[in-house]
């Protein structure tokens, strides 16, 4: 049976798209999946799960 692990990280970055994009290619990882990231300029937020 596989451990499934799963990291929410909140930064607080959500209005810059490229600083949220290098965010995203620095968890590019053998094994590590992406299914969702969301930017939320009001609050100046970033969640990558």
Not at 3 to 16: A, H, I, K, Q, Y
Not at 26 to 44: F, I, Q, T, W
Request: aromatic letters at 4%.
């Amino acid at each position: 049976m596989q451990t499934l692990v799963e990291c929410v990280p909140n930064f607080s970055e959500g209005r810059d798209k490229s600083k949220v994009d290098a965010l995203v290619e620095a968890m590019k990882l053998a094994g590590v999946y992406l299914l969702d990231r969301e930017m939320d300029s009001d609050h100046n937020r970033c969640v990558i799960t």
